[in-house]
């Protein structure tokens, strides 16, 4: 069992910056096993992928929309996945959600395949 909690959302200017966070707890497998996604959804849509890391932070996936300005890392003995997020857009604006995952590589663009999933953080662009 994994437990997810995202915070460093907020309200940014076009341009901008925020570092999301997504700190961990398991009473199970170990963090370091699980993959990490970050996902999106805002009002009205139906949640998107954002970006992936794999279980020791080698592999990152992004998606296209996001590529070049987003970057992930982790830090497996802190438990934490950190999502950077620089020049932001208004189209950026959503709630963003961490996820955890042991599924194979190919599949963490797949909402339905992460387990277990944050409250989710607000982050809000203004044009």
């Known amino acids: 069992q994994v437990q997810l909690g995202e915070s460093g959302g907020g309200l940014v200017q076009a341009g901008g910056s925020l570092r999301l966070s997504c700190a961990a707890s398991?009473?199970?497998?170990?963090?370091?096993?699980?993959?990490v996604g970050w996902f999106r959804q805002a009002p009205g849509k139906e949640r998107e992928f954002v970006a992936a890391i794999t279980r020791d932070g080698a592999g990152k996936y992004y998606a296209d929309s996001v590529k070049g300005r987003f970057t992930l890392s982790r830090s497996n003995p802190e438990n934490m996945v950190y999502l950077q997020m620089n020049n932001l857009k208004p189209e950026d604006t959503a709630v963003y959600y961490c996820?955890?995952?042991?599924?194979?590589?190919?599949?963490?663009?797949?909402?339905?395949?992460?387990?277990?999933w944050g409250q989710g953080t607000q982050v809000t662009v203004a044009s």
């Open positions: 398991s009473s199970g497998r170990p963090f370091r096993h699980y993959h």
């Open positions: 996820a955890a995952t042991t599924v194979v590589i190919s599949s963490l663009a797949d909402l339905t395949r992460y387990h277990y």
